[in-house]
């Protein structure tokens, strides 16, 4: 029997993939381009001090993108292999769960390990500026390769144990969060609670943040056995995901029908007989797809957790510390977590549904029904409404109340303009919050329609909706300070008042475009799941006239 014959059979697809060829020459461009932005913004800077500063933050981006990784390359392997039933077929051979898992593994690490060796010798670029030393440059490389090691087996793992490509992906990312920031800050927490001079290194030992801190040179060369420290634990982490993975993938691939679990599971999620009864009639009365994407009586419960979980936290920093957690500061941090939040969790949300039938064939059996596209299209957002729109209009009212207790703070009332500033930055706020979500629907939608899966989906909406006017704004400012464009003394009002306008000409722009593809190609995009989704550039060639038409 060939040795390892998944890992060979994997290696041999990536090797013929353009993706794994893409993705050596795109970390590339991107961290070339970081660099050129940064050199143009720090060229007056002396020399030592650019490297150090290109390199810390060349490294950065380099780990955080090998953090990451597991959310999109293993969180799903697993699991799509269980809803398809395949998995079990390979449990019929010879192999084992650590046969499968190392496959996996090696398979979805390909793009990684290429984009870091891609990397390394740009990092590498800093030592000719000066400030950088060779062995800073080896260690930040190992904690890239340890961290995109620890990711990918920590997405493994939950994989082996999940069946849903959604919970996976939340779990997998979830997961990061808690080693990589959670743990750290309660180490904080209580190092401050207990008012010790450092921190409990046990805590810091899973998280990359610190294995970066550790690899810089100045605090390697005050402690250098915490670098090691923190590289050992990540990388023994990484492997215990990794046995676990190769433990649960041979007894969890089955479709469990039976048992004692079942039925309280049932229960859990859609109710006992009579109560599935009443709330069947109640939503088919109103739509038959507002019935279908909201049978699952616990998504509410969910978002009102979430919210819960955030007052809980506000109310025990009030208990705990009350005179300095009332400030400008923590108004601003709850405010962008809860619209973070809420954002990413209605994107995941808004073409779930849609994606999840069309793969299955669903769509197209509802579509041969009297029920028409604009009736489903108003199920979706009855059930959407269902699940977000309370929590949505109580975090309104917060962003609302955390403006007028911030203007009535005496740094703000001693100050005229930091006080509109403040209102005004609250009321930009109120308006991209509910335009984002509004944006958010109509192109949710249509991603749901024509991505591969939901996940890929929710990535591109939030990608266009909340990463793109961010660049934007990066690149408006970096223009006016080289000079390139002439905005006259612009300060902290034009540039919010430049990323509104930015925010809500994407939000349009790609709500309108989205609405209008909706109601004219919803059939044709239902009919396509058995069609290959061309790329970007293939679509590109062929708006440019360079090739066959869309259909």
């Given at each position: 029997m060939t040795f390892l014959p998944i890992v060979a059979r994997e290696l041999r697809v990536a090797a013929r993939r353009p993706a794994t060829h893409r993705a050596r020459w795109g970390a590339a461009l991107g961290l070339i381009a970081i660099g050129t932005w940064f050199f143009l913004i720090y060229r007056g800077q002396p020399q030592q001090q650019l490297g150090v500063g290109l390199f810390w933050m060349l490294a950065a981006v380099v780990v955080l993108y090998c953090l990451v990784m597991g959310v999109s390359a293993t969180a799903d392997c697993?699991?799509?292999?269980?809803?398809?039933?395949?998995?079990?077929?390979?449990?019929?051979?010879?192999?084992?769960?650590?046969?499968?898992?190392?496959?996996?593994?090696?398979?979805?690490?390909?793009?990684?390990?290429?984009?870091?060796?891609?990397?390394?010798?740009?990092?590498?670029?800093?030592?000719?500026?000066?400030?950088?030393?060779?062995?800073?440059?080896?260690?930040?490389?190992?904690?890239?390769?340890?961290?995109?090691?620890?990711?990918?087996?920590?997405?493994?793992?939950?994989?082996?144990?999940?069946?849903?490509?959604?919970?996976?992906?939340?779990?997998?990312?979830?997961?990061?969060?808690?080693?990589?920031?959670?743990?750290?800050?309660?180490?904080?927490?209580?190092?401050?609670?207990?008012?010790?001079?450092?921190?409990?290194?046990?805590?810091?030992?899973?998280?990359?943040?610190?294995?970066y801190y550790c690899a810089l040179d100045r605090a390697y060369a005050i402690r250098p056995e915490r670098f090691w420290q923190s590289a050992a634990g990540m990388h023994a982490l990484g492997w215990l995901f990794l046995l676990l993975a190769s433990a649960i993938a041979p007894r969890s691939w089955q479709q469990r029908t039976g048992g004692s679990s079942t039925p309280r599971r049932r229960w859990w999620n859609w109710g006992g007989a009579q109560a599935r009864g009443a709330f069947r009639a109640r939503l088919l009365d109103r739509n038959a797809y507002f019935w279908l994407a909201s049978r699952a009586r616990w998504k509410p419960a969910c978002v009102w957790a979430v919210?819960?979980?955030?007052?809980?936290?506000?109310?025990?920093?009030?208990?705990?510390?009350?005179?300095?957690?009332?400030?400008?500061?923590?108004?601003?941090?709850?405010?962008?977590?809860?619209?973070?939040?809420?954002?990413?969790w209605f994107a995941f949300e808004t073409g779930r549904q849609l994606s999840e039938d069309r793969k299955e064939g669903a769509l197209e059996l509802l579509l041969s029904t009297p029920l028409t596209v604009r009736e489903i299209l108003r199920g979706q957002r009855l059930a959407l409404q269902r699940q977000f729109q309370w929590p949505v209009a109580l975090v309104l009212l917060a962003f609302f109340l955390f403006m007028m207790l911030g203007a009535s703070d005496t740094i703000f009332r001693q100050s005229p303009g930091a006080s509109r500033l403040w209102c005004l930055f609250w009321s930009a706020g109120l308006v991209k919050f509910v335009v984002d979500l509004a944006a958010l629907y109509w192109l949710g939608l249509w991603r749901g329609l024509n991505a591969k899966h939901p996940v890929q989906a929710a990535r591109e909406s939030l990608a266009c909706i909340l990463l793109l006017p961010l660049g934007l704004l990066a690149l408006v400012v970096t223009m006016a300070f080289l000079g390139w464009l002439k905005v006259g003394e612009a300060g902290a009002t034009e540039y919010l008042l430049v990323w509104l306008g930015l925010s809500l000409g994407v939000d349009l722009g790609f709500g309108f475009w989205a609405r209008r593809k909706l109601l004219k190609e919803f059939r044709l995009a239902a009919a396509r799941r058995y069609e290959r989704t061309p790329g970007f550039w293939q679509r590109l060639r062929r708006m440019g006239g360079k090739g066959p038409g869309v259909l």
């Open positions: 697993l699991s799509q292999e269980k809803r398809e039933e395949t998995l079990g077929l390979l449990f019929l051979t010879d192999l084992n769960g650590w046969d499968v898992v190392l496959g996996k593994l090696v398979a979805t690490s390909v793009n990684g390990l290429y984009a870091v060796l891609a990397a390394v010798p740009i990092l590498a670029l800093p030592l000719l500026m000066g400030g950088v030393t060779p062995g800073a440059v080896g260690r930040m490389t190992l904690v890239a390769l340890n961290t995109l090691f620890f990711s990918l087996a920590l997405g493994l793992c939950v994989s082996a144990m999940s069946r849903s490509q959604i919970k996976a992906t939340a779990r997998t990312f979830a997961l990061i969060v808690l080693f990589a920031g959670i743990l750290p800050a309660c180490g904080a927490w209580l190092s401050a609670a207990g008012k010790t001079p450092e921190v409990n290194r046990g805590w810091l030992l899973t998280s990359a943040g610190y294995a919210l819960g979980g955030v007052a809980g936290a506000w109310v025990y920093g009030l208990a705990r510390f009350r005179a300095d957690l009332p400030d400008w500061d923590s108004y601003v941090l709850t405010g962008l977590l809860l619209s973070l939040i809420l954002k990413v």
